[in-house]
């Protein structure tokens, strides 16, 4: 009886890897490098090989195997077609079958931040809900749709771009992606580092934040000892991200907003600033939504996988 | 076998309904007039009636009836729940299940800016996509959004509301909604009209749209007669409406846009105005994508009820 799931978290350096039963137990987990050279030819044989050695030492058969689930860092459609993936060397090409071919196994594949929304509804802080929208705070701004349990891949693996939303018409700076005014620009960890750095070289106000390094870990320390400049600056912060959440919300009406990412280390200080601004810039139809801390961490990505294969 | 689908658009003052074979085919369509009165308890009884009736007099029997499909003016879940409808005078209940009580037949609900979406992408504009995000630009504006074939109904009814995407951070007059600065406020044949107004308004430059009515339509009509200040207005429209569907984009990445509802009656060229600005502002990987006409006018509701059914 097919009862084990590989789940596979492909990143630009490492390979992270777990096998799962199908309850969302995780058996084993264990990492390999990333081989990028060569246009990153080895790395899906490479992954095939570590997860058919990985059964054969725990002796597990192929037909109790119920497949292979992997995120990987592009955009994937609902088939596993991956459109390009420039930090891999990868162009369009199916990741599904390819694996498949190469372990005689069924694989489902995902974008990386889709499929970490996925695993935060499944076994993280948004258990217990059926559709919710993902916010990975990190060095940038990703996110993840989920509606009834299905991911919203997009027609071209675009779905849950959330941090390239425009939420700014007075930017001049440009976004990573080329356009100007991207949530992204002022709710990533680099984004309120740089609200921070702005309102620093305002004016001379005093702030623990002119005493040592500014990053958003700093900020949100001194906002919880309620340095006043700090909290101008996440004043900010969640104008941004509850406005940008609230067209999300319109579009999609989400039971929960999971909020992750490194930025989300600071806890539930974050909702403070975020909620009220959701509120406010919201269509009253979707003000009923939680807003909950992911819980999974790292792990975020291969729990997802193994509930691709589940799906 | 089960072949006949009976598909009901209710609005504020009429009914309308349909019986469509399961291939799309429109049998017979007819109206029953919306009675209100006493919390609007009638409106079911008089569409269980009506149904049971044409079923009889078509010799049709209940086991050759795949189900009712119904949209209705409010917002609704997935399972058929209503969270009122005001100009009903419905509270919250389960349609699906109240007619189906009252016909012994199986009924699917939706929201019937969503229900017309389906409509279109089933056998109107959208047709041939499968992922569509459809606009009505009405005296208000609605939406609906559909995910590889299925309705996006958004936890509390509320998906799809692009109408009341926050747009516009400089705008004093409050929206409909309660909000202030919603697509709506500039994209619908109200907002339209008050925007010609407001640029009429702000010198003398001379304009065709200063010898008559202003409305959507005289304002389209003079910017395909070359009009300079009703292409200034044509503009603006343009890019609320290029920016707002950005947004949209970014979140589900849809293969088309289908633009209905009045306003759509100008024809292909909104999309002069429309196209550009999605492009300015839009995320890269959501640029491959359509914008279509909706073609099915009034009828979108009963072609999308009866695709309910088929879901």
Request: net charge negative.
């Amino acid at each position: 009886m097919a009862q084990y799931i590989f789940a596979v978290d492909l990143g630009g350096t490492t390979v992270k890897l777990g096998l799962f039963d199908k309850e969302g137990n995780v058996l084993e987990k264990w990492e390999i490098v990333t081989r990028k050279e060569n246009n990153g030819e080895n790395i899906l044989p490479d992954i095939a090989a570590t997860i058919l050695a990985k059964a054969e030492e725990k002796a597990i058969a192929k037909e109790d195997i119920l497949g292979i689930g992997i995120g990987v860092p592009g955009p994937v459609d609902s088939k596993g077609t991956i459109y390009k993936a420039a930090n891999l060397g990868w162009d369009v090409f199916n990741v599904s079958d390819t694996l498949s071919e190469l372990t005689g196994l069924p694989v489902k594949t995902g974008n990386d931040a889709n499929v970490a929304a996925l695993g935060e509804m499944w076994k993280g802080g948004g258990q217990g809900y059926n559709s919710i929208v993902a916010v990975t705070l990190g060095t940038g701004v990703g996110g993840g749709v989920i509606i009834e349990g299905k991911l919203l891949a997009g027609a071209t693996g675009a779905g849950g771009e959330i941090g390239h939303i425009h939420v700014e018409d007075n930017e001049r700076i440009p976004c990573g992606c080329g356009n100007t005014g991207c949530l992204e620009q002022y709710t990533s960890a680099t984004g309120i580092t740089r609200l921070a750095n702005e309102r620093l070289a305002l004016d001379a106000k005093p702030s623990v934040l002119r005493d040592g390094e500014v990053s958003a870990k700093t900020v949100f320390d001194a906002v919880k000892a309620g340095d006043e400049l700090a909290i101008e600056v996440a004043e900010i912060f969640g104008m941004y991200l509850g406005k940008g959440l609230a067209v999300v919300g319109a579009v999609v009406n989400p039971e929960a907003f999971v909020i992750g990412g490194g930025v989300s280390k600071a806890g539930e200080v974050l909702f403070d600033y975020i909620e009220k601004n959701y509120m406010k810039y919201s269509f009253h139809g979707t003000r009923n939504v939680k807003f909950k801390l992911a819980t999974l961490g790292n792990d975020a990505g291969i729990y997802g996988a193994a509930k691709l294969v589940l799906e």
